[in-house]
């Protein structure tokens, strides 16, 4: 018997070797490298490291006069983007996943159509939204057509300092939507329509049935949704880099994409340790972030 | 009767806006660069395939194209080898430490990629791979690790324990159980991961940007990035660059949707 558990030990080593491999490659050793230099200043060329101990992490947080503040506008636009993606998904995701939900002709066409701006984010769906909304483009156009010329934007809507986050929040939620009506979706269709019944006999209203019944019904996939989309709106800068790579005058700029240029666009400026500091502040809140999120999967059951 | 008019409406609307940058990206790749610049209607005045066909011939489309099925290829193929292994260990053999590295592949999750991509880079360099498609394809197979364990072996777990005696008591060896049981039974969970790892590979740009830097090993996306660096902005070439990023995802996605579907609504609730 011991004989046998000792083999399917050693089976159970053998099978997860590559996976533990390449994850002892790749994570511990950039994991380390990474904590390493951010207690370093390197432009990424030089031979040697300059140790400053916690110096990039207290420059870049409050003591560096030209860091500091640069850090804390990309934390507040970060801020902007962890509110209204997830708000917009939600706001979005649900009225669209009721309806569909309602009804049954062309229901799987209409989730194939909605499911495309998720399946091809990416670089390619930026460039086709950046020719949208530059000055020339479409949506001036369409609503110039619509007879809502005051909403038209003459420096296209990416390059006015007041409307370029905004729009760019609305393209970044356009991409994650379609997965919050998936999820609303396949959580409407476990309910149980015995309930609804019996609250539609007792004579409720489709929207008081909605409001005080399916909303409270539904709030751990809502939660899931927020959690998903506070992940990826910490985290992710692409759309970013991509559409105004920070700009107009610094207004899109974001956490992540600060970090990414002072990695990879330093320009021989000793920038290197203070990338990796940013990188590890964004890993402390992403860890605080799947700590609610545990939480709140706990309570749940 | 109203109601329905009204739900109709509102799905109706979101699929226009769903639509709308594909609709102008095709539009924009069959116009020719004048009407392009003057801005003009969603319909092409004087529609034109010359864009498309001197963005594929004359751009080095082809070997973009190549270059990022091989990168694409290679990823997709490592994750399937590498993690349903792992997940057969981690759903049906037990061995000491099993549920903690389990746990230590998930946590994974939680870290973000601008933490750990200078690093990365800096790890090519030192592998002497920097530049190179194995040098990204590396980083890529290990990104995709926590959610494909999860898949898998949630996939793995609820195979019928009794099919696995049965293989033992036919003398089946426990590579034999793995390739000859286990992976036929949990086909669709594998072509579900390797579809979520397929589409986010192809589209991959930010760690490509930094670690390629020969335009022959460029992929798609950079080839359609070095457009961008031109002078002025050729929107009808770019969106016909987009397009044909864009085209094999589509189709990929329509033939094979209730394996993306399955796949998300399993990871999330998983």
Known sequence: ?301 | MRARVGTYVLLAAYAVVSLYPFAWMVSGAFKSNREVLAGGGLVPADPTFDTFAKTWTELDFPRYFLNSLIVTGATVVGVLIVYTLAAYAFAVLSFPGRKAIYAGFISLLFVPGITVLLPVVLLQQELGVLGTHLGIVLPFVNGTAPLSILLLTNAFRAVPASLRESARCDGAGELRTFASIYVPVCRPALITVGLLTAVPTWNEYVLSRVSLNDPSTYTLPLGLQSLTAMTSPEYNVIMAASLIIVLPVIVLFIFLQRYFVNGLVGAIKG
Do not use: C, H
């Open chain 1, 1 to 301: 018997m011991t004989r046998r558990r000792l083999r399917e030990s050693l089976t159970g080593y053998a099978f997860i070797l590559p996976a533990t491999a390449l994850f002892a490659l790749m994570g511990v050793y950039t994991v380390g490298y990474g904590l390493l230099l951010s207690l370093a200043r390197w432009n990424g060329f030089t031979k040697d490291w300059i140790w400053v101990g916690l110096d990039n992490y207290l420059d870049i947080l409050y003591r560096d006069p030209a860091l500091a503040p640069l850090v804390w506008d990309a934390a507040l636009n970060t801020g902007l983007v962890m509110v209204g993606v997830p708000v917009l998904a939600v706001v979005a995701g649900l009225p669209i996943a009721l309806a569909l939900n309602r009804i049954r002709l062309l229901r799987n066409t209409l989730r194939t159509v909605y499911f495309l701006p998720f399946v091809t984010t990416g670089i390619a769906v930026f460039y086709a939204w950046t020719y949208v909304l530059q000055p020339q483009g479409s949506l001036n156009a369409v609503l110039g057509a619509l007879g809502l010329g005051s909403l038209q934007q003459p420096q296209g809507f990416l390059g006015n300092p007041t409307t370029a986050l905004p729009t760019l929040i609305a393209v970044m939620a356009w991409s994650s939507i379609p997965v919050a009506i998936l999820l609303y979706l396949a959580a409407l269709q476990s309910i149980d329509g015995e309930i609804l019944d019996a609250a539609t006999v007792d004579g409720a209203s489709t929207w008081r049935v909605t409001t005080s019944v399916i909303w409270p019904l539904l709030r751990p996939t809502t939660a899931a949704v927020v959690l998903l989309n506070l992940r990826d709106a910490l985290q992710g800068f692409q759309i970013f880099l991509i559409m105004t790579n920070g700009g107009p005058g610094g207004t899109t700029n974001v956490l992540g994409l600060q970090a990414y240029k002072w990695a990879f666009f330093s320009d021989l400026r000793p920038t290197l340790g203070l990338a990796s500091a940013l990188g590890w502040v964004l890993f402390v809140v992403a860890v605080l972030l799947a700590g609610v999120n545990l939480r709140m999967l706990r309570s749940r059951t």
